[in-house]
């Protein structure tokens, strides 16, 4: 009988204790099918969530690449209806076949107004004799406001 009530306890305690250290958000392809350069696993953002006075956010992208990119830069940027936001920009390699993790420390939060996603592409600089960079891998995310978890409290 005591097993009914010790269950939902621990399953409580175990909910409170984990839940803090899951930073993975769900995130989309910008292009929403996905692309042929590879693919992503998973999206973290530290803190998680975003409270009202953080002003920077850690985001790591994780995922496996098929193919290699080896003048790249990624690009993080807040993108709304009618505002575009660069956030961060760097240099990046990756070698095809290899899973990889892409690591954008203290990137500024940006908060727009309206709906706005946080997205996070993946360029590579030199695609043949293209001057253009080329988009090869892109994601999109809502940003995890505590608001956003706390519904209308
Ligand atoms: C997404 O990109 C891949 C190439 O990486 C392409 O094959 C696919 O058609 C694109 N999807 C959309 C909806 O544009
Ligand atoms: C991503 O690609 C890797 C390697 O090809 C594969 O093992 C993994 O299942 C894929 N994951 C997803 C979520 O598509
Ligand atoms: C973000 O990353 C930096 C450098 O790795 C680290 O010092 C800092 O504690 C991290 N912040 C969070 C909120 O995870
Ligand atoms: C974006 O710009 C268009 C055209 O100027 C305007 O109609 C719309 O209200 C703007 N959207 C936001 C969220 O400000």
Redesign the pocket.
């Known amino acids: 009988m005591a097993i009914s009530y010790v269950q939902p306890l621990l399953l409580l305690l175990g909910s409170l204790f984990f839940l803090p250290a899951l930073r993975a958000v769900n995130f989309k392809y910008c292009n929403k099918s996905g692309y042929d350069f590879g693919n992503v696993t998973h999206v973290n953002i ?2 998680n969530p975003v409270g009202p006075d953080v002003g920077e956010l ?1 985001i790591t992208v994780i995922g496996y690449a098929k193919e290699s990119i080896h003048t790249g830069s990624i690009e993080v940027y807040a993108k709304s209806e009618n505002i575009t936001d660069l956030l961060r920009k760097q240099p990046c390699t990756i070698e095809s076949g290899t899973k990889f993790v892409l690591p954008l ?2 990137v500024p939060k940006d908060i727009l107004e309206g709906d706005y996603k946080y997205v996070v592409s993946l360029l590579d600089e030199k695609v043949g004799d293209s001057k253009e960079a080329k988009v090869r891998m892109c994601v999109d995310f809502d940003l995890p406001t505590s608001s956003s978890t706390l519904s209308s409290a």
């Open positions: 530290s803190p850690n420390s203290e």
